[in-house]
Structure formats: C-alpha cells, structure tokens
C-alpha cells in the first residue's frame, strides 16, 4: 500500500496550496490530514461540522469535499488575510467562514451540537477543551493533527501536548486512537 498516492483531491486544493504556498504559511494541514479529514467527514451525513483554525482553507476544502449535500460547516479564525484566501476559493453555501476570535466565540455558542470537530487552533485543543468536547455530539468526532513533535516547538509545548493527552485518557466518556502517522493524529469519539 502506498499512502502517499493521494486521490480525488478537492477541486480548489492546487489554487489554495499554491497561495498558501505564496503567503508562506507553514501551518496548514498535510495531504495525508485532509484525507482523513474527507473521509471521516462522510461518515456524517446532513451533519454538523466545525473547524477551529480556518488558516487559508486548505483542510477546510477537504471536509467540505467529505460532506454532503445536507451537511454544513462553520469554520472559525481570527487572521483575516489568511481566511481572504478561503473565502476567495471556497464559495460553497454549506461552508461558512467566520472571521472572529475562537476564545470568544467558543465562550458565547449556544448553538446546536456538532457530529464533527476539527481543532486545530489553541482554543478548543489546548484551552477551552472542556467547553469544544461539550459541543460534540453522542457518536461525534473530535479531530487533532500536529501531535508529534516537530523541532519548532517551543519549549515547554512537548510537556503541554503530554498533559493534554493524558487529560482525555483519563475521561470515561471518549474513546481514543493515537495515530502515528502524518503529523500525528487522534481521533476521539464521544460516547
Ligand atoms: C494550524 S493553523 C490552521 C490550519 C488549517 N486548519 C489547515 O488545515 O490548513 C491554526 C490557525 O488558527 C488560527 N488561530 C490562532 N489563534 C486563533 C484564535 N484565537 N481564533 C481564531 N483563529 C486562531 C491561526 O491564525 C491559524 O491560521
């Protein structure tokens, strides 16, 4: 098996991958992500999907390329030349792109639960974290990449990872798979 041949990539990917490319943005999700991305999306038809870190899009585009024709996506991030590229390339009525702060808008949502979480920011991963797994549905998925450790971290990040994911291991009310693959992903589901 070849996990690095990649197919049926969303339409706007190569357009948002070479802007983002041009912006010299370095965080945006890797190939192998926005795969999973897509294909967990799909197991939620006429769901309900967040994204917390929009950066230009590029993972944005794959969950919506898992989606249906039902389902809808809110995606959160507070840097507004990076969600100008999203919003230039993902024109699709299920995806709204939200320019704002994820702290406060995680702190003021009182609005339906999701079936589908990507964290991929501070807020909702390393803080807030309570308050993001309260939004999940029963059956729903919280997605986190950037799970291993890269040399650009900066000190003190490897022990914050550790706590963060002892913090959920100990919880009754997920189930938890640690994938050591791409840049380390853990999918959790809530019971
Ligand atoms: C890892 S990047 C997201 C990459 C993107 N999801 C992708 O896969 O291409 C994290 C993003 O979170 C955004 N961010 C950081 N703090 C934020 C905050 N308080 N509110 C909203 N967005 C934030 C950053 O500007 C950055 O674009």
Redesign the pocket.
């Known amino acids: 098996m070849n996990d690095a041949m990649i197919l049926r990539m969303p339409e706007t990917y190569d357009k948002i991958r070479e802007v983002?490319t041009e912006m010299r943005?370095t965080?945006?999700?890797d190939l192998y992500?926005?795969s999973l991305?897509k294909t967990l999306a799909a197991t939620k038809p006429a769901g309900l999907f967040l994204?917390?870190?929009?950066?230009?899009?590029?993972?944005?585009a794959?969950i919506a390329a898992g989606m249906d024709e039902h389902s809808s996506l809110v995606?959160?991030?507070?840097?507004a030349l990076?969600?100008e590229v999203a919003k230039k390339y993902i024109t699709d009525s299920r995806v709204a792109l939200v320019l704002?702060?994820?702290?406060?808008?995680i702190l003021n949502y009182h609005g339906p639960r999701f079936d589908f979480i990507?964290a991929?920011?501070?807020?909702g991963k390393y803080d807030l974290f309570e308050e993001t797994i309260g939004f999940l549905n029963r059956g729903g998925l919280y997605i986190i990449?950037?799970m291993l450790a890269q040399p650009n971290w900066p000190a003190g990040h490897e022990e914050k990872v550790e706590n963060f994911i002892n913090q959920m291991e100990e919880r009754d009310d997920l189930h938890i798979t640690k994938l050591n693959w791409s840049t380390g992903i853990m999918i959790v589901v809530k019971k």
Do not use: Q, R, V
């Open positions: 983002t943005f965080m945006a999700s992500t926005g991305l994204e917390l870190g929009t950066g230009t899009g590029l993972a944005t794959w995606s959160i991030e507070n840097n990076l969600i704002t702060d994820a702290y406060e808008w990507f991929d920011a501070m807020p990449d950037d």
